[in-house]
């Protein structure tokens, strides 16, 4: 199997037989995953080439000021792994010598994120073209969440909860360390709900959001959370047979079955942590975090794995 298609997800899915040693699907499922994205025609939103043939060419087509050049496979490959919504994140927000948008305001990021795919697949690769901003996900910042969510109590701080920039308040509440905080935030405590009610935010979204109300000022914007180093996450197992199975037991509503890889391969196309942020924002009829919003992002990243390849997933928790 050629190594770059496993290190990143530039290359085709490799067909031949291959043993399905626990390492071997693992590898697998980490390339080829994701959920389709159907059409890709939105009203008002251009093409992929349409975005390069006017913008992104300039740049790209040449590697000026080190952008990545259009089939590079080298260049393209680290910047791959980041995922059609960290590669996104970056161009909307400008990167090393790249402007914001690249310099072209009018883009809006679902036309941003269907140029990468564009760039991605004439380097190689074969990315889905995103049909609608969702299947974006771009990481909100912790403004954004506070602003949209936490402020209905934590503005005035209705129930007890600390205030927007209390550090007082906060300080007692980290004494035992951000990730205790943010378990706490994703489990509900005392009279906060399970993710304060917003079971699509992510586990780096709900840090992000703590940060910036300890200090709106200066959140810190540290290295994001990976969902694969969270002590104390639940196995794929254990999480299919709590929630999962209800709906992928018999494939209920179109989901793919509990081990069938033939109804996940073609799901399986941009790598593990896209299919996660699927299932954590909801995807087709799947509401986000199959109603579970208490379930962490490494949590159900394992049920995936599991869902994937049982057998090799069973006593392993899906990593």
Do not use: F
């Not at 197992?237 to 209920?252: E, F, I, S, T, W």
Request: hydrophobic share 35%; glycine share 12%.
């Amino acid at each position: 199997m050629d190594k770059n298609y496993l290190r990143g997800q530039l290359m085709t899915y490799n067909r031949r037989p291959t043993p399905w040693t626990a390492t071997t699907a693992m590898l697998i499922v980490a390339v080829v995953l994701s959920l389709p994205s159907g059409s890709s025609a939105q009203t008002g939103a251009r093409s992929g080439k349409e975005v390069v043939d006017t913008v992104c060419a300039k740049c790209h087509t040449k590697g000026e000021g080190g952008a990545p050049k259009i089939g590079d496979k080298q260049a393209w490959l680290t910047r791959a792994e980041l995922g059609l919504g960290g590669l996104t994140q970056h161009a909307v927000s400008g990167v090393r010598k790249m402007p914001a948008h690249g310099s072209s305001q009018n883009l809006n990021d679902l036309e941003i994120g269907r140029a990468i795919t564009y760039m991605v697949n004439q380097t190689g690769g074969r990315w889905t073209e995103p049909a609608s901003a969702k299947e974006l996900a771009i990481v909100r910042t912790g403004q954004q969440v506070v602003q949209a969510q936490c402020v209905k109590c934590h503005q005035e701080g209705v129930a007890g909860a600390p205030r927007i920039g209390d550090r007082d308040a906060w300080l007692p509440r980290l004494k035992q360390g951000l990730e205790k905080l943010v378990r706490l935030a994703i489990a509900g405590h005392n009279g906060m709900p399970p993710r304060g009610e917003k079971a699509d935010l992510t586990d780096e979204e709900v840090r992000n959001a703590i940060l910036y109300m300890y200090n709106p000022k200066a959140a810190a914007r540290l290295e994001p959370w990976s969902a694969r180093e969270v002590p104390g996450a639940l196995t794929g197992q254990q999480v299919v047979q709590a929630q999962c199975y209800k709906c992928h037991q018999d494939g209920l509503h179109g989901a793919p079955r509990i081990g069938d890889r033939e109804a996940w391969i073609p799901r399986l196309k941009q790598g593990v942590e896209h299919a996660v942020r699927n299932a954590i924002r909801g995807h087709g009829g799947m509401p986000p975090r199959g109603e579970r919003a208490d379930l962490t992002d490494a949590e159900i990243r394992n049920a995936i794995l599991y869902m994937y390849n049982p057998p090799a997933n069973a006593t392993k928790g899906g990593k």
